[in-house]
Each structure stands twice: as C-alpha cells, then as structure tokens.
C-alpha cells in the first residue's frame, strides 16, 4: 500500500523557518518525481515544488523560488522541504504528492494527508 | 500561469442523479486535464488523467472528456459516498488547479 506521511509542520512567526519532512512507503521510492502541494485559504491547491528521482533537478513556483528547498533521501525515501523567510500567504494545508508523471506533464496519483504551516 | 476555472462551485443533488462539472483553461491544453476528488481531512485522490483515461479503482460511474480548452467531469448515478470537492488540475505547463467545486 503507497502510503505519504507528513512533519514537520506548525506555527512560525513571519519571517521564520520550517522543515517538512514525507515519509513514503509501499512503493520503489527512487523512481518517481515528488511535489509539495499546498492549500491555502485564499488561493485553493497550489503546487508549490517537484524534485526529480535522483534529488538534482528542482522546481519551484515563483512565489517560494529562493524562500523554499526542496530535497529528497532515496535511502530513507524522505522528501524534505526546507522553507525560509515564511509569509502570511505561505499559511496553509501542505501536501506531499507522488508525481506519476514528469515535469510539466505532472499529476498526482498519491497524496498524503497534509499537515498545517501557520505563519502568523 | 494558465487559469483554470470551474463551475459550479457548489452543487446540492439526489441519491443517484446525473452530475457535471466543468473545467475551462485560460489557454489550450489538449487533454492534459487531471481530475480530484477530495474529501476533508483526507488525502485528496486522482480519480481521472490525460482528460479522459480513469484512474485504477476509481468506479467506472465516473467519466471525463474534453479537449483544449473545455472539459468536463461526469458522475452518472451519484452515490452517498461521493460527496467531496473536486478538483481540475492542468499538466500542460507548471501545474495548477481550478478553485473546486462542492458536490453534496
């Protein structure tokens, strides 16, 4: 069973730091790209990172692109995301997402149950 | 970005009624149109992709078409169990969704 397990999350104070952490299980880890995504209350879902299978390519969206960094641990099967200089707007439901495509053809066939970055 | 908007945002039916939900993109796609479900609390789940190809598991009550810019979501005998917010997400270029809509 493919099961996505987020940390990490909690409340910050703008202007601070968070890391995420996914724990995978179930599937061979190595092989496919992974996405945080996130739901925020003004905004709705919005992807917000991909990393590629072996952790060197890296894709942001423009509003976290500098802020935020996306990593992975294909001996663990961990994805981490690192998020710096945290915003009102980055408030929200963050979701890790197994990519069964590849970037830009993305879509997400696994999801995990979110967990909550308040930043306030 | 390309903007994807759906309606309605919210849908109130029956036991077993035909339900649709549309999903216009600001700019051609050809089909690479993804549909969620999802439902408070929980994970969110893919229930079709490449605007048409259903997704393993998923019932077959449920069936997407379109093409470019215009697509839609089909639950053709709604059951208690499909009440959630669904979701258009487009894999044309970096991904984005459409702002949902409440099927209750």
């Known amino acids: 069973e493919v099961k996505l397990v987020e940390s990490g999350g909690g409340l910050v104070k703008p202007g601070g730091s968070l890391q995420l952490s996914c724990a995978a299980s179930?599937?061979?880890?190595?092989?496919?790209?992974m996405n945080w995504v996130r739901q925020t209350p003004g905004k709705g879902l919005e992807w917000v990172a991909s990393?590629?299978?072996?952790?060197?390519?890296?894709y942001y969206r423009d509003s976290v692109r500098g802020r935020f960094s996306v990593s992975r641990d294909n001996s663990k099967s961990l994805v981490y995301l690192e998020m710096n200089t945290l915003r009102a707007e980055d408030t929200g439901l963050y979701y890790c997402a197994r990519d069964q495509g590849i970037p830009p053809r993305s879509y997400f066939d696994f999801w995990g149950q979110g967990i909550q970055v308040t930043v306030s | 970005d390309i903007q994807m908007t759906q309606s309605p945002s919210n849908l109130s039916t029956s036991v077993g009624a035909r339900v649709t939900v549309t999903c216009r993109a600001s700019?051609?796609?050809?089909?690479?149109l993804n549909w969620y479900q999802h439902k408070s609390g929980t994970a969110p789940k893919l229930l079709i992709f490449?605007?048409?190809t259903l997704n393993p598991g998923v019932p077959s009550r449920f069936t997407g078409s379109g093409s470019g810019m215009d697509f839609t979501l089909t639950i053709s005998r709604l059951q208690p169990e499909d009440s959630a917010t669904y979701y258009c997400?487009?894999?044309?270029?970096?991904?984005?969704f459409g702002q949902g809509t409440r099927v209750e």
């Open positions: 700019q051609n796609i050809d089909i690479y």
């Open positions: 490449g605007a048409s």
């Open positions: 179930g599937f061979a880890f190595e092989y496919y790209f």
């Open positions: 997400q487009q894999s044309q270029t970096i991904p984005t």
């Open positions: 990393i590629s299978t072996s952790g060197v390519d890296t």
